[in-house]
């Protein structure tokens, strides 16, 4: 199972990828402060995009595009 594979051990249980599709952070359990995430995924949106696909990425339409 999925949550095997990232030895998910509890609720809540965030996984954060960047835009490569590879693991970047794991948090576990309620945080009184979100401001730490929060600017995780604002520099993780920031970065730079990958060079070509994903390996392992969608293969099917894009969400808003035609369809």
């Known amino acids: ?5 990232f030895e998910v051990r ?3 249980h965030m996984l954060v ?3 490569a599709g590879d ?3 794991v948090r576990s359990g ?4 979100p401001a730490p995430t929060i600017e995780l995924i604002n520099a993780l949106l920031a970065g730079p995009a990958p060079s070509g696909p994903m390996p392992d990425g969608p293969t ?8």
């Open 1 to 5: 199972a999925l949550s095997d594979a």
């Open 10 to 12: 509890g609720v809540p």
């Open 17 to 19: 990828f960047d835009k």
């Open 23 to 25: 693991l970047a952070a």
């Open 30 to 33: 309620y945080s009184g402060d």
């Open 60 to 67: 099917g339409p894009v969400a808003g595009e035609g369809g």
